[in-house]
């Protein structure tokens, strides 16, 4: 059986928590900042975790995290 290939760019965006969940950045930090509000530009600084409907999909791009 070959070995298994991580999904290398999901490799760089999120990363596994103590107790096995994913982190993840939030999205529409990057540009277009001047029409967003400094409250929900501090909002999107903060990582959160990803959502339990994804959850299968990424361990399964994700083999060895």
């Keep these: 059986m070959p070995k298994m290939k991580t999904n290398r760019s999901a490799a ?5 928590t ?3 969940k994913l982190k993840r ?6 540009h ?3 029409k967003k509000s400094t409250k929900r530009k501090r ?3 903060k990582p959160t975790m990803t ?3 994804n959850e299968k999909n990424m361990k399964k791009i994700l083999p060895y995290l």
């Design 51 to 53: 959502d339990a409907s």
């Design 18 to 20: 103590g107790t096995g």
């Design 32 to 34: 277009i900042l001047t």
């Design 43 to 45: 909002n999107l600084r």
């Design 12 to 16: 760089k965006r999120f990363h596994k």
């Design 25 to 30: 950045n939030k999205a529409y930090k990057s």
